[in-house]
């Protein structure tokens, strides 16, 4: 049962970032061509491209001190279970604010064309990529012991 129940938290969470980057990337990319392509000029005043990149800037860096501070909340916990979902409630925090950064870049790089909205996807995608679920970073974030690790290996294999 219990088993079961981590599997389920596992997989759900895994899905629910994978679906978010399905999102991000292709709208992204497809503003990234069409800007490339020369037929946008800039629309926004300067202290308005500087807000949004600060605002995205920002994001970032609550999304990383959020998800920490989830994380040391299951320190406290007792069961694995608690523990996991912890993390994943942390994990769909994490990812929705990097949903809106990349969707704040996305748009920026669509009003005005400035190569810092390139950047600030570029860094959202290190945070996707350093984010995304695996038993490795759930052990090594939340320091489970040899037991539980050997349990969150087997939870990610496919049923």
Not at 1 to 13: F, N, Q, V
Not at 29 to 57: F, K
């Amino acid at each position: 049962m219990k088993k079961d129940a981590l599997r389920a938290i596992y997989h759900r969470t895994e899905r629910f970032t994978v679906v978010i980057l399905l999102f991000a990337l292709p709208a992204f990319g497809i503003v990234y061509l069409y800007q490339q392509s020369g037929s946008l000029s800039q629309t926004l005043p300067s202290w308005a491209q500087y807000l949004l990149l600060g605002g995205g800037v920002l994001l970032l860096g609550v999304q990383y001190l959020l998800f920490h501070q989830k994380i040391k909340q299951s320190f406290q916990q007792v069961s694995l279970l608690d523990k996991v979902g912890l993390y994943s409630s942390a994990t769909r925090q994490r990812f929705m604010f990097l949903f809106l950064v990349s969707v704040l870049s996305t748009v920026g790089l669509f009003l005005t064309g400035s190569p810092g909205f390139v950047l600030l996807f570029t860094l959202t995608l290190v945070f996707f990529s350093l984010g995304k679920p695996s038993p490795d970073r759930m052990v090594r974030l939340m320091k489970l012991k040899k037991e539980d690790r050997e349990l969150l290996t087997e939870i990610s294999r496919p049923a």
